[in-house]
């Protein structure tokens, strides 16, 4: 193993907790561990959690130019040499990853929630066939790729140590796309990725009038971010951007609440490993409760209320 290079996404210069996360992977798997930045943000920083050093490339990435990303990005692997390089399975890495996969005529795993090696090479692992199961992929070719879920693994905390930091020349190729217009998404509470706590709901709610009465409610009272199943969001009860699971957000809170969600796998895969799940469901035997610390067997319509008017008067 000569060297993991993870990619550390930062917003306007502060590291997302995916730097964090995947450093701290990346150090557990052995080798030498290094750091991909592109653009200003603080890099020998990044030494705190287990980066040797860190390759920075100049430039305004703001704009979520992929083309530009990946030609920065190819620079820096170049210069670094890697066997092996994780980015964070955010919208822009999915774009980034395969071009790089591409244009080193190399091998990627995306959406991973588990890494490990095993022979000095990379074994994904991955949800396939819409989440029923998880595989485990071995990738022969070098370097190898691999898109890895946020909140997959623990965020160390940092030592305070910085490590040195290479600048990395790069130029653009011609290119192929344009940004027009950027449109910010309507923020509300708490952000759900990062929250310690989540309250989430499902179909059941029945409308999105009941949802904000029943959902939202207990959650400002919680101080937590709101979740929803699809069910939940295809009904238009919830945004797309609060799904949770397979298809939506991983989240991993030290507290989970499903109210009335039954627990398909598609929504476990994205919050089965928040450290404590209570289940509300009115079906003694829904899957929830298989995965949940804490069940409540009852209609979420007495359950929650009564909930949230006992925590207001604590
Ligand atoms: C490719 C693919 C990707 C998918 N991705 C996702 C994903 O990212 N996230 C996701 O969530 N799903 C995803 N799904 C959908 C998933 O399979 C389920 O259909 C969905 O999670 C079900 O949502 P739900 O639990 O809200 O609804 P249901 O499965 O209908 O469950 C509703 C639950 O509410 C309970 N209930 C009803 N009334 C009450 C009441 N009054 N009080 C208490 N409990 C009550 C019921 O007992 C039941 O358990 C995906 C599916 C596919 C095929």
New binding site residues.
């Given amino acids: 193993m000569s060297g993991i290079l993870v990619v550390a996404e930062h917003s306007g210069g502060t590291f997302k907790a995916t730097a964090s996360e995947l450093l701290g992977k990346a150090s557990q798997l052995g080798g030498t561990v290094y750091a991909a930045v592109l653009g200003d943000a603080p890099a020998a920083s990044l030494g705190g959690f287990g980066a040797s050093k860190v390759f920075q490339a100049a430039g305004d990435f703001g704009t979520h130019d992929s083309g530009a990303a990946a030609d920065a990005l190819a620079a820096i692997i170049r210069a670094a040499d890697p066997d092996i390089v994780i980015a964070p399975a955010s919208y822009e890495m999915r774009d980034v990853l395969p071009r790089l996969t591409a244009r080193f005529d190399s091998a990627m795993a995306s959406e991973c929630n588990g890494l490990r090696i095993d022979g000095g090479k990379l074994v994904a692992r991955r949800p396939i066939y819409?989440?029923s199961i998880e595989s485990d992929v071995t990738i022969s070719a070098r370097p190898a790729f691999a898109t890895v879920r946020p909140n997959s693994f623990d965020k160390p905390a940092s030592t305070g140590a910085s490590a040195p930091v290479e600048s990395v020349a790069w130029s653009a190729t011609t290119p192929t796309t344009k940004v027009v217009e950027t449109l910010k998404p309507e923020t509300r509470g708490i952000d759900l990725a990062t929250a310690s706590k989540v309250v989430a709901?499902?179909?059941?709610?029945?409308s999105k009038e009941s949802f904000d009465s029943v959902i939202r409610t207990l959650g400002e009272v919680m101080g937590a971010g709101v979740g929803?199943?699809?069910?939940?969001?295809?009904a238009g009860y919830a945004d797309h951007s609060e799904?949770?699971?397979?298809?939506?957000?991983t989240v991993a809170p030290n507290l989970y609440l499903?109210?009335?969600?039954?627990?398909?796998?598609?929504?476990l895969?994205?919050m089965r490993t928040s450290k404590v799940i209570v289940a509300?469901?009115?079906?003694p035997e829904?899957?929830?409760f298989q995965h949940a610390s804490y069940g409540i067997v009852?209609?979420?319509?007495?359950?929650v209320p009564a909930l949230t008017e006992a925590l207001k008067n604590a």
Avoid: C, M, W, Y
Wanted: proline share 2%; hydrophobic share 40%; glycine share 20%.
């Fill in positions: 819409a989440g709901g499902g179909r059941s709610l029945k929803a199943s699809r069910a939940a969001t295809d799904q949770v699971g397979q298809t939506g957000q499903a109210i009335g969600i039954s627990g398909a796998i598609q929504h895969a994205g509300i469901n009115k079906d829904a899957p929830i009852g209609d979420l319509f007495e359950v």
